[in-house]
């Protein structure tokens, strides 16, 4: 079983960056395909990005695409999420999720931490 942390939110302008990151033990990442969902007060949790297990495929949430970027170090049983050009719309607790494939249901992920908050103010 794998557990997972993640660091790494904060409050941030509205134009600027945050990168996320998500530390596992137990069991390594390389096992699992990996994904970041995340939810706004008031909204269900909805999916931003995963990757596969080598790292060679990404599916990105169309209102991410092009200004997050996920990545994996599977030596170092380590993902981030760099995310630019934020915007107020990004608020939200941002959660790391492990799974046995990819895809954008949360039903495809079978372990989460317990989230981080990103906050973006205009």
């Known amino acids: 079983q794998v557990q997972l942390v993640e660091s790494g939110g904060g409050l941030v302008q509205a134009g600027g960056s945050l990168r996320l990151s998500c530390a596992a033990s137990?069991?390594?990442?390389?096992?699992?395909?990996m994904g970041w969902f995340r939810q706004a007060p008031g909204k269900e949790r909805e999916f931003v990005v995963s990757?596969?297990?080598?790292?060679?495929?990404?599916s990105y949430a169309d209102s991410v695409k092009g200004r997050f970027i996920i990545t994996r170090d599977n030596a170092k049983n380590m993902v981030y999420l760099q995310m630019n050009s934020l915007k107020p719309g990004d608020t939200a607790v941002y959660y790391c999720?492990?799974?046995?494939?990819?895809?954008?249901?949360?039903?495809?992920?079978?372990?989460w931490g317990q989230g981080t908050q990103v906050t973006v103010s205009s």
């Open positions: 999720a492990a799974g046995e494939s990819t895809g954008s249901s949360s039903g495809s992920f079978n372990y």
């Open positions: 137990g069991v390594s990442i390389s096992w699992y395909a």
């Open positions: 990757m596969s297990r080598s790292g060679g495929t990404a």
